[in-house]
């Protein structure tokens, strides 16, 4: 079963960055948890509010949502990324979000539509230090385990 935070009750303060150590891949990574009341949550996985698919582009699996009337969930997201870009202040953080726009990577089984309204749980794993052709990266980790369509 996977435990999902409501976006309106997530608290940023609540999540924790662990060491960066390497898996088994040699990646270099993060893990995050969150934790409030004793419970300790492996990952976050936030429960998004009703959003409005922009476009899915199945040959990268890349998902784009319209956060622009969902204020307090965007301002959630865009302080968690200010976070985790604090880590690391001179690495450039790969953005999942802007102001209005979400982009997230889904399973290629996804049969969503641009129009569609849905809503997904976003479940963050690790902070990644990834190497590219201009330097290091950070990059957040993340999957989308569950998708609802509400309308399409």
Known sequence: MLLAIPYQIMDISNIRIDPYTKDKRERIMAPLQYEKGGLII???SIL???LPV???DSSMNRLTLNITHQRLFASKLLALQDRFAETHPMIP???LCTSSVLTLY???SCSIQPG???RCIIRLQNLLLVETKTG???RIQHS???VYIIKN
Do not use: E, K
């Open 106 to 108: 889904v399973y290629p």
């Open 136 to 138: 290091m990266n950070l």
């Open 116 to 118: 569609d309204l849905i």
């Open 93 to 95: 953080l790969q953005r």
């Open 48 to 50: 998004s509010p009703p």
């Open 144 to 146: 989308i385990p569950t």
């Open 42 to 44: 492996q990952g976050l």
């Open 54 to 56: 922009v476009s899915y």
